[in-house]
């Protein structure tokens, strides 16, 4: 399975402090994307890093790939309590259409 | 900013009935998806369809689930004969056509915000 599988499950952190969450894949890949989830609601797309890039960054957002390790990691810097969501890595495979998501990490940031 | 919609959000449907869930992708975008996610579990792949077809599918999209794209606008998931464990989220999700070799994209997906599908 090329499934992304992220870890901590669950992750609990004061306003402020940063919350790190990790992945790891299985399988070659075109990109890994990182998505967060609001409870009951759709996916919100993050960020992409493609398979030859090693960090990238948006705002708050620290994203690295390491594909000699299958893993990448999401840093979001300074949390607020609106960045209480559940986050999940996606990854997409070398020449298949379709997109294969990890059980994902639920953040709580305590305001 | 476009977005994917929906409808309806929520469907309840007597085991048994078949249900169709509906999806409008953002007009320019060229690959679609269906994913559901039983609650409090992982999102699960379906189904993508590209120049209309299947291009890809899971091991959960067995003959009872299948994909049309009926008028070139709407993207439609339908469950012929539905079980207690239909139950689920259902999330469509679209993306554009970026270069590169047919079947894939660097672009991420844009996801609606989904069907709740209760299956009694």
Not at chain 1, 6 to 24: F, K, V, Y
Not at chain 1, 38 to 62: A, D
Not at chain 2, 10 to 36: A, D, K
Not at chain 2, 55 to 73: A, C, L, M, T, Y
Request: glycine content about 6%; overall charge neutral; hydrophobic content about 30%.
């Amino acid at each position: 399975s090329q499934q992304g599988e992220e870890d901590p499950q669950a992750l609990s952190i004061q306003e402020g402090e940063n919350a790190t969450m990790n992945c790891s894949y299985k399988t070659s890949i075109n990109n890994l994307q990182w998505y967060r989830q609001n409870s009951g609601r759709g996916l919100v797309h993050l960020i992409l890093i493609r398979s030859n890039e090693r960090e990238k960054h948006s705002g708050r957002l620290r994203v690295t790939l390491d594909t000699s390790k299958k893993s990448s990691s999401l840093l979001i810097t300074a949390s607020r309590a609106a960045d209480t969501a559940s986050y999940f890595c996606a990854t997409d495979a070398k020449n298949n259409n379709d997109m294969r998501f990890g059980a994902g990490t639920r953040l709580t940031v305590k305001p | 900013e476009p977005e994917v919609t929906q409808t309806p959000s929520h469907q309840v449907t007597q085991m048994g009935q078949e249900v169709i869930l509906r999806c409008v992708p953002i007009s320019n975008h060229l690959y679609f998806y269906w994913y559901r996610q039983i609650l409090g579990q992982k999102v699960e792949f379906l189904v993508s369809f590209y120049n209309n077809e299947i291009s890809e599918k899971s091991e959960i999209f067995d003959d009872q689930f299948s994909v049309e794209r009926p008028d070139g606008s709407n993207f439609t998931l339908k469950i012929r004969s539905t079980k207690l464990e239909d139950s689920a989220m259902y999330f469509c999700a679209s993306r554009e056509r970026a270069g590169g070799p047919i079947g894939y994209s660097n672009q991420p997906q844009h996801f609606g915000d989904g069907t709740r599908l209760s299956i009694l």
